[in-house]
């Protein structure tokens, strides 16, 4: 399984966008054509493109089945290069979730919040999620959180950090399953998952430089 993860979304101008957006199939033209702002066009765009790379020159790490390798993936690969000879297409699942069918065995997932966007590829199904840190309310906490989730929270010392990784736990398994996010169902307990048969595997990612920001990933996989 690989992740690629790219920082500073908005980097691209809209000349470099175009361009990019330009040599992709036209039904994936499409689908960032549905996105009205230039940072969730990007997204689209760089995740697309971080899945053709994946699929060119990553076969081997989609295929591991135990290793899950995180990279990041660096601005200067954002070319269309990676984009030419049998493309991914996508499609969407009955409730969303994307998927590719002129690449059997490949999964993948995608995620984004602010300044970064996250793919997840491997052989078989993945949820994924990337969260920074984030003011919540409680409103939000009592909905979402279970008793143990919530005293975990409000017994932190940084309960923005511990709700972002909850929160993208919680994420990761709901598009795991394909359904993504059921309100009703947000409370559902690590052990609820495990017993579904999912494996969910949380790290951060650091700024590496200053003024960047940090942020939570979690990928949820079968065991």
């Known amino acids: 399984m690989i992740v690629y993860f790219y920082r500073n979304v908005e980097r691209q101008s809209p000349e470099q966008l175009e361009s990019l957006v330009a040599s ?7 689908i960032v054509a549905r996105y009205k702002s230039h940072r969730q066009k990007c997204e689209q765009t760089i995740a697309y493109i971080m899945l053709c790379h994946a699929l060119k020159t990553q076969r081997h790490l989609i295929e591991s089945p135990s290793d899950v390798v995180i ?6 690969l954002l070319t269309p290069r990676y984009i030419r000879r049998n493309p991914p297409l996508w499609a969407f699942g009955e409730h969303g979730k994307p998927y590719i069918p002129n690449y059997e065995g490949v999964h993948f997932n995608i ?13 078989h199904e993945i949820g994924i999620d990337v969260e920074g840190r984030r003011r919540f309310s409680d409103t939000l906490l009592e909905r979402a959180f279970n008793d143990e989730e919530k005293a975990l929270v409000k017994r932190s010392n ?10 993208t736990r919680k994420e990761a398994y709901f598009k795991w399953t ?24 949380t790290i951060s990612i650091e700024a590496t430089e200053e003024g960047e920001e940090t942020f939570w990933l979690s990928i949820a996989c079968k065991d």
């Open 178 to 201: 394909g359904t993504g996010i059921l309100m009703d169902h947000l409370k559902t307990t690590e052990a609820e998952a495990n017993k579904a048969g999912c494996h969910i595997k």
């Open 158 to 167: 940084d309960p923005q950090k511990d709700f972002a990784s909850i929160w």
């Open 24 to 30: 992709m199939p036209r039904q994936q033209q499409d």
């Open 71 to 76: 990279k990041h993936f660096r601005h200067e």
């Open 111 to 123: 995620s984004h919040c602010k300044e970064a966007v996250v793919i997840g590829i491997c052989d």
